[in-house]
């Protein structure tokens, strides 16, 4: 085994165990939550290791990045989940690789993305992202949209061909109501899809939590926990 490859299965045997005693301290099954690698910033050698240790969902939040990493890595079983803000001239790239777009958060990028997974005829996932964090212009410092716009844009990936709405995601606000909050905050998210599936029943899925806060989303209900440096190491800086 290699260095790298020892070091991995270090490390994701120590987030197995944080996310497994979580499930534990919540009354969950450990299988009602899945692990998600984010990869960003790391070669496509270290998501070969870490399919080769049994990980099958990767994220990615850069295109000019991911685009490539999935060609390389087209022969793995993985799923390909893109989770970063996107520009709608990225659309047509991301929708050949990704498998699941969770940061859909405007109706100019749910047409966008329909048109172009129509066009490649594949059915992509989509998840809303909710900014906790939404001021006046109803989008968070990171993107997303506010809880009062999840409902017209869910009906829009609803109907939308080619694409399948599958949930809600969101990242821990830095600031507002919820700054410092991750439970709360997770806890609220969990409150929007219940409503959200009273429509859309099998909008099940719901993305909160990295590698800081995997806990806090376990205990709220979370059913992905986005997981990087803790299974990767810290990121270099990019320039």
Not at 88 to 107: E, F, L, M
Not at 125 to 149: K, M, N, T, Y
Request: charged share 25%; glycine share 10%; net charge neutral.
């Amino acid at each position: 085994m290699t260095d790298r490859k020892t070091e991995l299965a270090g490390n994701l045997a120590k987030v197995e165990e944080r996310i497994t005693a979580a499930c534990v301290a919540a009354g969950r099954k450990r299988e009602e939550v899945t692990l998600i690698v984010v990869t960003k910033t790391y070669p496509a050698s270290d998501v070969r290791i870490l399919s080769e240790l049994g990980v099958r969902h990767v994220a990615e939040n850069r295109d000019q990045d991911a685009a490539p990493k999935a060609a390389a890595c087209a022969d793995l079983p993985l799923k390909w989940h893109f989770v970063g803000q996107l520009q709608t001239n990225k659309v047509r790239s991301v929708v050949g690789y990704a498998d699941v777009v969770q940061s859909v958060d405007r109706a100019r990028l749910v047409t966008a993305l329909s048109k172009e997974a129509v066009r490649a005829e594949r059915e992509v996932g989509c998840l809303i992202q909710v900014a906790l964090d939404a001021g006046a212009s109803g989008r968070g410092e990171r993107g997303g949209v506010s809880p009062h716009g999840i409902e017209e844009l869910a009906d829009l990936v609803g109907e939308a061909p080619g694409l399948r709405l599958d949930g809600l995601m969101t990242v821990a606000p830095l600031t507002g109501e919820y700054a410092g909050r991750e439970q709360e905050a997770f806890r609220r998210l969990m409150d929007l899809s219940t409503d959200l599936r009273r429509a859309h029943p099998a909008a099940t899925m719901v993305s909160a939590g990295m590698s800081a806060d995997l806990e806090q989303a376990v205990a709220a209900g979370a059913t992905h926990v986005r997981v990087g440096t803790a299974v990767l190491g810290v990121r270099p800086s990019l320039g």
